[in-house]
C-alpha cells in the first residue's frame, strides 16, 4: 500500500460527539488534537480511483475552508491508502492518514473515499501487543479466560531544552464490543482513558489528567513491527 504524501499538513492540533464537533470549535475544525476525542464512530475509508490517483487535503485555517478557494493543501494520499475518517463536514470528512511521526490530519472529498461498514475483532489477540503513535506508547496483554487486559503505557511531551513532561497508565480494564475504558479511580481528576479498536488501529482519547502538563495519550496508534 502506498504511504505517499508530499508535505505533512501542520494541523497538529486535536476534535469529540458523535460525527459532532467538539463544543466551542469551530464547524469546520479538523485537527489532530482533538481527533480521537471527537466522535463516537469511527470509520475506515480508502482512497479510490486507478493506481497513483491522488486525493488532497484540505485545510481549515479559513472561515471558507475546506470548500472555498486556496484551501487545498499541498498534502495527499492516493489510491488504495487508508485513512480514519472520524466525521462529515458538508461534503468533507474528517480523515486521519497515519505515519511515522503521527501521520496527517484534514479534509478530504467524501467522494474520492470508499467507506464500507467498519466492523472490529474484539478477540483477546486484537487488543494484545505494543501499540504506538509518534513516541506515546501502550501495551495490552489480556488476562487469561477473561475480558480484562493488563494495560501499561507511557506519553511524553517536550517543551523547550530539557523540559520533558511524562505520562504513564498501569492498570486493569475490561474490553467490551471493541470498547476499552481505562480509569485510575472515580475522581474528576483521575486519569480516563478510552480505546477503541478499529481494523489494524487502536483509536485513544483522554482526560488530559494522566501525566503532566500537555501530556496525552490520544492519538491513533498501530501495532509495533519490533
Known amino acids: 500500500m502506498s504511504r505517499r504524501i508530499l ?29 480521537a476525542s471527537e466522535s463516537e464512530n469511527f470509520s475506515i475509508g480508502t482512497v479510490k480511483g486507478r493506481r497513483g490517483t491522488r486525493s488532497y487535503f484540505y485545510n481549515d485555517d ?30 468533507f470528512a474528517c480523515s486521519w492518514f497515519p505515519g511515522k511521526n503521527g501521520g496527517t490530519v484534514g479534509w478530504l472529498r467524501v467522494e474520492t473515499l470508499d467507506m464500507p461498514e467498519s466492523l472490529y475483532d474484539a478477540s483477546p489477540a486484537a487488543w494484545s501487543g505494543d501499540w504506538e503513535y509518534a513516541e506515546n506508547s501502550i501495551k495490552l496483554q489480556p488476562e487469561p479466560n477473561s475480558n480484562w487486559l493488563r ?19 498501569d ?24 480505546l477503541r479498536l478499529l481494523g489494524r488501529y ?8 494522566c501525566g503532566g502538563v500537555n501530556v496525552s495519550f490520544s492519538g491513533v496508534y498501530l501495532k509495533s513491527k519490533k
Open 62 to 91: 479559513r472561515e471558507d475552508c475546506p470548500a472555498g478557494r486556496n484551501c487545498r493543501a499541498r498534502s495527499y494520499v492516493v489510491a488504495g491508502d487508508e485513512v480514519i475518517v472520524n466525521r462529515k463536514f458538508n461534503g
Open 171 to 194: 492498570g486493569r480494564a475490561e474490553a467490551k464490543n471493541g470498547l476499552l475504558k481505562y480509569s485510575d479511580g472515580d475522581d474528576e481528576y483521575d486519569c480516563k482513558v478510552t
Open 7 to 35: 508535505i505533512l499538513l501542520a494541523i497538529v492540533t486535536f476534535s469529540t460527539a458523535a460525527f459532532g464537533q467538539m463544543e466551542g470549535n469551530p464547524s469546520n475544525w479538523c485537527r489532530g488534537g482533538f481527533f
Open 151 to 169: 494495560v501499561t503505557g507511557n506519553a511524553f511531551w517536550k517543551g523547550l531544552g530539557d523540559n520533558i513532561h511524562i505520562g504513564e497508565l
Open 202 to 209: 487502536l483509536i485513544v482519547s483522554d482526560n488530559l489528567k
